[in-house]
């Protein structure tokens, strides 16, 4: 049991608008209103018929300072597109940001101030960094592109980025190329270079998920410590939940473009309220557990060319009641700053949220008897993480 | 899950295998001197980095090394006890002629390979690819056999019979992997070498897939060797493990033995490299420094620039992969396996740091006290779950006293 939820607060419905991301005092570095991503299918035809993509649909995040929050989810859940969209590489199709509180203008000016104060990780650092260019050029470009330095000093804060990713001797990696470099080496290059021009916020998605197991902490607690010193917002945008609760303040669950779930890392992966969250969970390799888990939903993400109605994870889910099919479910708070987009957690449904998921199977459940068993016999699974 | 294999005769020997890439003196050592037993319906877990030779080592034992690959030493010895025969036959697969690998091949000894996208052909339909190898070896059938045979086998891995005229690219990456895993069974092969197998894929689908893996295991009593860099998937998945560093085995032991008692310095790091799902939230550091490069090994033991325990002997002189001396738990071990660890510091000159010697006999007025710099194995204090229901593969009552004396 999570601390907070032994007096069980009965789950309440939360207001309109859920803005994820971790809770601090203050205006958030990065806040995003009501994002919205639909790629166009093409394909030829009457435009009436022309269909769409819902990639990423009304997600509001905040991003305070000195905070990371991770964005876990299955490929195709619109994670990274997120992550793209904060870094305005694309347009979204509504919705706004806002940096510092102030909505983001379009001019080129303020487009390359946002770019200044944002600036993204990517995944792969073996195709990010340019391999005829040397490490030098590779920092020197952002410094000169937002006119950072004067060219005299240039030198001086390549070796000074260089020892801020912990590269040490700087002098020693400074005429290096990509190729010279170990696969952890390249992406504390990359992000290094992702500092250069002292942003606020830091977007990185799946840094470290082409890395060595061996060195992925390494990587890891160097964001962590780049929060810490240099107060970053950073949004950490993994498929590896282990790793986003080792790092995130904030887990962000994502499904199919939604936001399923959100709040503090060790409350989401001890306490998981939605039953998507707790698939992805039992899923998760863990040398801890004693039996085979046991898949509460299988099968795959739905099209997003046209999403089930209702919750989209309806299809898969076990504990799917009529209303799931019908509309969709708002935010509901089910811990304190916890949230889950979930028809099981509406007040009046039931009041303690880890016990919400067995007792509705046994009596709304619309699936199987063999599957209502298998997730009754499963609940105390659902609760022993946090019982220990 | 570890099913105890009680002394399940050996079905693949691997002796002293070294392959080589190049040949004369600038030859990188891509595998030195494996030595590794895989008994029958085991799951065998071959664990490593990027480079340390796990995937060298299986395709050189299945002799599908590509130059410049050469094996240079060594022997695998498979003992062939096809479907239904009650002899056993022993072949030397790098002895063996091209018409005796043609039939052990597929039939036997199956492979699964990474990336199931480039694996399969692009412009065959999955029927074509399915029923190919039972046209070659097994001639006797008739096209609507092989057909009955494809469904069958789809239906086996779960892919409905619809999917047979599907080309891959019309399939998901799971489905993909499904086919795959149908096409290596389609013969009934002995042994499955699965390359990475789900790495690509999604964690749900990768557990679908690896349960019913485990399932038609049970079902068919094939052995695995199961080669991933996800340690923490290996040690819920295979019975034994063995850890591979710069083209060396560095450790073999049991899974939840490698989980619980790691004996060597690099098995201990790359557990604390995967964050726990459970418990207070720990800083860890992993692994300092990265993996060798194979053309620049470091002298002696090839992981002493990254240990946190290196003496000055690891630096000279390389250790042989042996049996931990204080661990005096392999006299009573129902599998009849010895783990083995190859580092100075199990060679009973010295106790062991404490990380590394949970469970052995080391006199326990010497634990404490022993510098161990930041390498507090995090993630281990936690085990109230493992002390009460976890089979403790052979480890007795040893394993239990971990909890208290390594806090």
Redesign the interface.
């Known amino acids: 049991m999570t601390p907070t939820s032994g007096g069980t607060p009965t789950a309440t419905a939360t207001p309109a608008t859920v803005v994820h991301g971790p809770k601090r005092p203050g205006v958030p570095v990065l806040e995003a209103r009501h994002l919205t991503k639909h790629f166009p299918v093409i394909q030829f035809g009457p435009a009436s018929r022309r269909q769409v993509v819902h990639a990423v649909e009304d997600i509001s995040l905040a991003l305070p300072q000195g905070t990371v929050t991770a964005v876990v989810g299955?490929?195709g859940s619109g994670k990274s597109t997120l992550a793209r969209l904060l870094t305005q590489l694309i347009t979204p199709t509504s919705g706004e940001l806002l940096l510092n509180g102030e909505p983001v203008g379009t001019s080129g000016k303020a487009r390359r101030e946002y770019t200044r104060q944002v600036h993204l990780v990517l995944q792969d650092p073996f195709s990010s960094l340019n391999a005829v260019h040397s490490v030098r050029y590779h920092l020197e470009r952002p410094l000169k592109l937002h006119r950072r330095s004067g060219r005299d000093e240039l030198g001086s804060r390549v070796l000074e980025l260089l020892e801020r990713v912990s590269l040490s001797p700087a002098s020693g990696f400074i005429d290096k190329y990509p190729h010279e470099l170990?696969?952890?080496?390249r992406q504390r290059v990359a992000i290094a270079r992702g500092l250069a021009v002292e942003p606020k916020v830091l977007l990185a998605d799946e840094p470290v998920s082409m890395l060595?197991?061996?060195?992925?902490?390494?990587v890891l607690?160097l964001l962590?410590e780049l929060r810490e010193r240099e107060q970053l917002a950073i949004l950490y945008v993994t498929?590896d939940?282990?790793?986003a609760?080792?790092l995130a303040d904030t887990v962000v669950v994502m499904y199919a473009g939604q936001v399923v779930e959100s709040g503090p890392?060790?409350q989401i992966?001890?306490a998981p309220a939605h039953p998507y969250t707790q698939?992805?969970?039992?899923?998760?390799?863990?040398?801890?557990?004693?039996?085979?888990?046991v898949?509460r939903?299988?099968g795959?993400p739905p099209s997003l060319v046209t999403p089930p109605s209702g919750c989209r994870f309806h299809p898969r889910c076990p504990f799917a009641m009529a209303v799931c099919k019908e509309s969709q479910p708002p935010a509901f708070t089910v811990a304190p700053d916890q949230v889950a987009a979930c028809w099981l957690h509406e007040p009046g449904r039931s009041t303690d949220p880890d016990t919400a998921t067995a007792t509705s199977t046994a009596t709304n459940s619309s699936t199987s008897p063999a599957e209502a068993a298998e997730a009754t016999d499963a609940a105390p699974d659902a609760t022993s993480?946090t019982s220990? | 899950?570890s099913t105890t294999l009680i002394a399940a005769d050996p079905v693949l020997e691997v002796r002293n295998l070294c392959v080589d890439y190049g040949l004369g003196e600038d030859a990188v050592h891509g595998v030195t001197d494996a030595t590794l037993t895989l008994r029958r319906g085991e799951v065998l877990g071959l664990a490593g980095?990027?480079g340390s030779g796990k995937s060298t080592l299986a395709y050189a034992l299945t002799r599908l090394l590509r130059a410049p690959g050469v094996i240079t030493g060594g022997e695998v010895l498979f003992h062939n006890r096809p479907q239904g025969s009650a002899t056993t036959e022993t072949v030397d697969l790098l002895a063996a002629d091209a018409a005796k690998l043609r039939q052990i091949r597929w039939s036997q000894l199956a492979v699964v390979f990474q990336s199931a996208m480039h694996a399969l052909n692009p412009v065959a339909r999955v029927d074509a690819q399915l029923t190919d190898v039972l046209k070659a070896h097994r001639k006797q059938m008739t096209p609507a056999q092989r057909r009955e045979r494809a469904v069958e086998l789809l239906r086996m891995v779960g892919i409905s019979e619809d999917r047979l005229r599907s080309y891959p690219h019309e399939l998901?990456g799971?489905m993909r992997q499904r086919v795959m895993i149908a096409m290596a069974l389609a013969l009934e092969p002995q042994i499955v070498i699965m390359d990475e197998p789900t790495t690509a894929l999604?964690?749900?689908?990768?557990?679908?897939i690896l349960?019913e893996l485990?399932q038609l295991r049970e079902r068919l009593g094939f052995s695995i060797i199961f080669i991933t860099?996800?340690?923490?998937?290996l040690?819920?998945l295979a019975d034994s493990i063995a850890i591979m560093y710069a083209g060396r085995l560095v450790e073999r032991a049991g899974a939840n033995e490698l989980?619980h008692t790691p004996r060597h310095p690099y098995s201990l790091?790359?557990?604390?490299?995967?964050?726990?799902?459970?418990?207070d939230?720990i800083?860890?550091?992993?692994?300092?420094g990265?993996?060798p490069s194979l053309t620049a090994l470091p002298g002696g033991c090839a992981f002493h620039p990254r240990c946190a325990f290196a003496m000055d002997r690891c630096g000279s002189e390389t250790p042989r992969l042996e049996r931990p001396q204080r661990d005096d738990s392999s006299g009573n071990r129902k599998d009849g396996e010895e783990r083995l660890a190859a580092c100075w510091l199990q060679d009973g000159r010295q106790s062991p740091p404490a990380p590394l010697a949970i469970g052995l006999s080391a006199p326990a007025a010497e634990r404490p006290g022993q510098g161990i710099p930041s390498q507090e194995t995090p993630g281990h204090e936690?085990h109230?779950?493992?002390s009460q229901?976890?089979e403790n593969n052979g480890l007795e009552s040893n394993g239990h006293e971990i909890t208290g004396s390594d806090r």
């Open positions: 299955e490929s170990s696969g952890g080496q060595d197991v061996s060195i992925r902490l390494g607690n962590d498929h939940i282990a790793s609760r080792y890392a060790t992966t001890d698939l992805l969970l039992s899923a998760a390799p863990d040398p801890q557990r004693t039996e085979p888990p898949l939903g299988r795959s993480g220990e | 899950m980095e990027s998901s799971g999604d964690v749900v689908t990768q557990r679908e349960e485990m860099h996800d340690l923490s998937l040690i819920e989980f790091g790359l557990l604390n490299s995967f964050p726990a799902l459970h418990g939230r800083r860890m550091e992993g692994i300092p990265s993996p936690n109230g779950l493992e229901g976890l």
